[in-house]
């Protein structure tokens, strides 16, 4: 039993103890497994759950190896305290997900694995006991769909080629118009699943779609135990969703990126919706894309992924395109006779916008106003004006801690960074000249509402934004009040742009839009298409047609036009085009190092010394260190480099000698992270 490649010769006395030996993660910054010792080899598996001693306490961790011998000498070792119970044994799918991630996105194994867990099961405390209140009719066994749409041709298409696919990996790009039905492919394909005893996987974006596609889901399937995971949950709550998942008690798993991090011992579908959202990419800890891992998954399991969007991210629609991903297309909405809304724009350089709206749009919610029907205005910036300055001197409010402009509130008077949180109370007058006379520059969401409720007294306006909907609840009865009608004029952020169904929106005004267009992150443009397009989408999704109106300078720009005529395919066709051109992704692999120091020198200076740390390969390129765009946050100043290949292997390598040769975080004043696949530049 003693492996030779181990090249260890063991005394006499350690092989008579006949030990085993265990590989086991923990929790702690290091790349690399602890060994411990256990008598009874017989007693526990990979994927168990053992409590051991490290340094001075006991700690959790999870078998990943069994060896016959050591890579130290025996009497070194420590014993397991014992296997902690209750839990089923992480499977070895899971276990092979979690290596992937760790290498991938150059987080220790031991951390990559305990980010995974809920926080029960990182710790030694026993697990809650097993509910007892599951409701009778939750059985599983009636699993049989109830839907009141029948599907329409390519809806029924796409069931087709899906339900075909199961059983063998096979990822799919479901490319579906707002309101074409993606939900209802979803939920027939999972009833096939679940009619083979298997258990689906459904991620979604934000925890704010979560409870209306619960409802939904929980309407469609009455009799089957569904679990909800997010990081919002209490930390009871999302032991037991995780456990009725893992022990396959649930078979329905709904819930944003961590999801997919659940073990999952009989999986037959993996579901992303709207997988073109920068919010299924982790940005802080492991670093992984939600999306990426849930291919991931669905490869080491042997099933079919679908990835759903009207605006597929790009990386995907390439895939698409190079016929790695099968395209699956919903070209017209569900309901018969509902049509896309017409978009168009509002010239800006020829219509005066006094009160922040052009007349055109003003004009068109009083038309709406007088039919009943809902209009919702759209920008993307909450708070009451994003800049309070002194027109005597040009002063103007700003955080301490951030490069970045206080934002006004006027809910409470106060001056909030929408950086770092920071709060103060409104300056009477001008700290440089004395000025009293401090005016509030552009607009946010409250003070559009402020302007609406002067023009237009008698209609009942509702503002969805962070500000007035901090809990999930009160965003879910609102969103709620607003698809019953309620509400004339709906002044709203992003929060308001996705997933939702409003049958009596027929209106949406679009306000400072290009904003985004000026930015310079090379992903800007394909964001603002994908926000446009689904915040229009609302509208127009029963038999009166919907209309976009978007204000804007540059009505001639390509991505209006592509707006305007519904081209998904044009648009991205152009992006891609200009991606290749420039060598951006998905035309080349991408990482950041970033640092983040008290003073920018020492964070540049860090990058610097890092470029220079060791021979690159020539396939792989380190561009220049530059500060971001808001340099400080915080507190803290900030820099990055960019690294790119044609080379996915070359530049994973790299980075995983790389990363071990850089100083640790805390001995030089600088912090550090590699982030793989970056989609944020800020
Ligand atoms: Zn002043
Ligand atoms: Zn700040």
């Avoid at 819930?255 to 011992?265: E, F, N």
């Avoid at 490869?299 to 699956?328: D, H, I, M, Q």
């Amino acid at each position: 039993m003693w492996r030779k490649e181990n090249g260890h010769i063991c005394d006499a006395k350690t092989q008579l103890l006949r030990m085993r030996v265990l590989r086991v993660a923990l929790d702690v910054p290091v790349a690399k497994l602890f060994e411990y010792l256990i008598d009874d080899a017989a007693a526990v598996a990979p994927g168990d759950r053992v409590a051991v001693p490290f340094g001075a306490r006991a700690r959790a961790g999870v078998v990943v190896e069994i060896a016959g011998a050591s890579s130290v000498a025996q009497a070194k070792l420590k014993r397991v305290e014992r296997v902690l119970e209750g839990a089923p044994r992480l499977p070895a799918d899971w276990l092979e997900q979690m290596r992937f991630l760790s290498s991938y996105y150059q987080r220790p194994f031991g951390e990559t694995v305990a980010g995974a867990l809920p926080a029960r099961l990182r710790s030694l405390k026993p697990l809650p006991k097993r509910r007892k209140t599951v409701p009778e009719d939750l059985t599983n066994s009636a699993s049989t769909l109830v839907s009141e749409h029948a599907p329409n041709a390519a809806q029924a298409c796409a069931i087709e080629r899906i339900g075909a696919a199961l059983g063998g990996f096979l990822p799919f790009l479901l490319h579906g118009i707002t309101g074409s039905g993606k939900t209802e492919v979803y939920l027939r394909v999972i009833a096939r699943v679940l009619a083979q005893g298997m258990q689906a996987l459904v991620l979604v974006p934000e925890i704010g779609l979560t409870p209306q596609l619960e409802a939904r889901f929980r309407g469609a399937f009455p009799h089957t135990r569904i679990a909800v995971l997010h990081s919002a949950l209490e930390d009871s709550a999302r032991t037991h969703a995780w456990l009725d998942a893992a022990r396959g008690e649930a078979v329905i798993i709904l819930g944003t990126r961590l999801a997919v991090l659940t073990p999952l011992p009989r999986l037959g579908i993996v579901v992303v919706d709207e997988e073109h959202d920068a919010s299924f990419k982790q940005q802080e800890g492991l670093r992984y894309s939600g999306r990426d891992a849930a291919v991931l998954r669905a490869k080491l399991v042997g099933c079919p992924v679908v990835l759903g969007s009207a605006t597929p991210s790009l990386e995907t629609w390439f895939n698409g395109r190079e016929g790695r991903y099968e395209l699956l297309t919903l070209p017209e909405r569900a309901v018969p006779g509902a049509k896309l809304p017409t978009v168009s724009t509002v010239d800006l350089r020829s219509q005066s916008a006094e009160h922040g709206l052009a007349n055109p749009l003003l004009d068109s919610i009083r038309t709406r106003l007088a039919r009943g029907e809902q209009s919702l205005v759209f920008i993307n910036r909450r708070g009451y004006a994003p800049v309070l300055s002194c027109e005597a001197c040009g002063w103007a409010a700003g955080c301490k801690r951030c490069s970045a402009r206080l934002v006004l509130h006027t809910s409470d008077q106060s001056l909030r960074c929408h950086h770092c949180g920071a709060r103060q109370a409104v300056l009477r007058e001008c700290p440089t000249c004395g000025n009293v006379d401090l005016r509030p520059l552009g607009r946010g969401t409250q003070r559009v509402e402020e302007t609406l409720a002067v023009l237009f007294p008698a209609a009942r306006i509702l503002r969805i934004d962070r500000d007035t909907t901090r809990r999930r609840a009160a965003l879910a009865r609102t969103l709620d009040a607003i698809g019953r009608g309620e509400g004339d004029i709906l002044v709203g952020t992003q929060l308001l742009a996705k997933g939702h169904d409003f049958p009596n929106l027929t209106l949406v005004c679009v306000l400072n839009a290009d904003s985004a267009l000026l930015s310079t992150d090379y992903r800007s443009a394909e964001r603002l298409f994908a926000t446009l397009a689904q915040v229009g989408g609302r509208s127009g999704r029963r038999e009166q047609p919907g209309e976009v109106l978007v204000q804007t300078r540059f009505p001639g720009h390509p991505m209006y036009r592509a707006l305007i005529g519904h081209d998904y395919a044009g648009f991205a066709a152009a992006q891609l085009a200009e991606r290749e051109g420039a060598g951006f992704p998905p035309f080349v692999h991408e990482a950041a190092l970033r640092a983040e120091a008290p003073r920018l020198a020492a964070a540049m200076a860090f990058l610097r010394a890092a470029a220079q740390l060791m021979d690159v390969p020539a396939s792989v390129q380190i561009y220049d260190p530059v500060p971001h765009v808001i340099t400080r946050r915080a507190g803290f100043e900030r820099a990055q480099l960019v690294l790119q290949s044609h080379s996915r292997p070359v530049l994973q390598e790299f980075l995983r000698l790389w990363s071990a040769a850089l100083p640790a975080s805390t001995s030089s004043g600088v912090r550090w992270h590699l982030d793989v696949d970056p989609i944020e530049f800020d």
